[in-house]
């Protein structure tokens, strides 16, 4: 069966409305046939029960021999008495029996009854609807028998069935071939996406699909396909940015790297391998951290989904300060107790701690992170703020410094602002987690917000206690 049932969306539509057109032509032809039928056999009916009447009436009077001609329409008239003897009968029933619908001996109660069946013709071709009407005589009961022809039942009949039989497929044909020409004007558009998409390779992103005028929904595929490609491209140009920064952020350490080693074989004096030798491990440990960020960076845009787990933020907050005691500027904690989130616990500690690397990279003499909890009876947020005494960050810069391998005009050096990810790192973790990044304005020195939603499970725990500690904690070369 499904090898007979078309395969393209062109010829199923087509099908499908010729199915469809089809079962609604029979229904509507059985129902015409039947209407056209049924108001024919009650129009001869009518004719036949008349005549029946008047003839009973001139029975029960006995006075048979005053029957009037036949009306138009009916064909015959037999009055049949109780012994099954033909009392009266038209001319074209001379030589016919008497009709036995009723017993001659039990004809039925006096008075009129009305019975219709049908019968063969009677010397002619068309179909005979009879009325049979009991009546009292003179000399007892007696059976009236009008009979009504059906030549125009059975003629309209006949032109009916032979206009339908050559009609519906002279229809049918016409709406197949309706239907293949529209549906195939309708899918135009759509092989035309389709061939353009074919030769988009890796190589020409920057191509698009045509957009039908018809603003329908092959329009809005066309639109949904371009936005997809507009996507598609700005992927692969990050990409490609990604890569060449790596590639750059790579290359002077390894080329660091690679020059020491060279000096230290040529150099005969073991004491000066000690130098040269710490030298090469600090550019090992800053291309292990930038090969580690890198890999967090591949996970991140992997979209990997986040192990849910309900969190203590106050808590975690707390000890990723608490476990750097060897820090160049103190810490001032003031974190409200109970703030729960739902998250990674490794993944937000990453935030936090690259949060705190950038702050102790610039600030002065002062780095505060603040923890609270903001909104009403309704869902509530997580604001977390770092700031720090620093030379701050200008307004023009405040999304720029968010972006890979991105590092400003006071932190060019590599020794002291890193390779720029760190940042980067802590906004694309807070966007998986469902929360914002944000640098904002200060009084003095830079102010970054992080803004997580709050695990509806801490919705009754928060609201406690202000947590205020000082640290002093070292830096950590993760972050930009």
Known sequence: MRRLWPTTVRARATAGACLVVAAALSLAS???????EANLLR????????????????????????????ARGVEFVQVVGADGRVLFATPNLIDVPAFTAFSAANPGPPGVRF???RVRPLGGDHRQRVVQVVTDTPSGPAVVY????LRDADAADDTTTAALVMGMPLLLATVA??????????LRPVEAIRAEVAEISDRDLH???????????????AQTMNTTLDRLEASGARQRQFIADASHELRSPITVLRTQLEVALAVRDPELWPELIGGALQDVERLQHLASDLLLLARIDAAQPVTAADLDLTALVDEAVGVRPGDRVPVRRRLEEGVRITGSALWIGRIVTNLLDNAQRYADRRVEITLRATG???????????????PGIPAADRERVFERFTRLDDSRSR?????????????????????????EDAAHGARLVLRLPVAPTGLGRAGGATIMRGNRKEGSSQSG
């Open 415 to 439: 020794d002291h602002g890193g390779a720029g990810l760190g940042l980067a790192i802590a906004r694309d973790l807070s966007a998986h987690h469902g929360g914002t990044l944000t640098a």
């Open 30 to 36: 059985f129902a015409l046939l039947g209407l056209l």
């Open 207 to 221: 191509r698009r699909v045509p957009v039908p005028a018809t603003r329908d929904e092959v329009a809005r595929l």
């Open 376 to 390: 009403g009876p309704g869902p509530r947020t997580a604001v977390l703020e770092v700031t720090d005494d620093g």
């Open 177 to 186: 071939l309706v239907t293949w020409r529209v549906t195939g004007r309708a």
């Open 146 to 149: 009008a009979g009504a022809s």
């Open 43 to 70: 129009n001869a009916e009518n004719d036949a029960r008349r005549q029946a009447d008047s003839v009973a009436q001139l029975a029960a009077a006995g006075r048979l021999d005053r029957v009037r001609p036949m």
């Open 115 to 117: 019975q219709t069946w």
